[in-house]
Nanobody, 123 residues
Framework: DVQLVESGGGSVQAGGSLRLPCEVS????????MAWFRKALGKEREGVAT????????AYANSVKGRFTIYRDNALHTMYLQMDTLKPEDTAMYYC?????????????????WGRGTQVTVS
């Protein structure tokens, strides 16, 4: 099994930045892709960004392109989401997840291990 622990959430003013780490442990050999999803109050969970843990290939939701950057440090078994130029509409609970699909994109059904989330509030 894979364990995921998110951190780094908090409250920030619009235009500010936050970095969310996601530490992964356990049976990581199936964690080919790692992604960030978010769920705002009253909305469905949506994919934000995903990264291939060996190749470094990435994909982003249109709403965060140019503002968010996903990257990983395999030596530390950690994946990160750097969030810049934050907007109030970025307010949500952020979750990291892993997938063993060949190309999961940002489809929630493709991800099978989830963390408990970290709250981001932008005012």
């Amino acid at each position: 099994d894979v364990q995921l622990v998110e951190s780094g959430g908090g409250s920030v003013q619009a235009g500010g930045s936050l970095r969310l780490p996601c530490e992964v442990s356990g049976d990581t050999f199936n964690a080919d892709w790692m992604a960030w999803f978010r769920k705002a109050l009253g909305k469905e969970r949506e994919g934000v960004a995903t990264i291939h843990m060996r190749d470094g290939d990435t994909a982003y939701a249109n709403s965060v392109k140019g503002r968010f950057t996903i990257y990983r440090d395999n030596a530390l078994h950690t994946m990160y989401l750097q969030m810049d130029t934050l907007k109030p509409e970025d307010t949500a609970m952020y979750y990291c997840a892993t997938s063993s699909w060949g190309w999961p994109e940002l489809k929630e059904v493709a991800y099978h291990n989830w963390g408990r989330g970290t709250q981001v509030t932008v005012s």
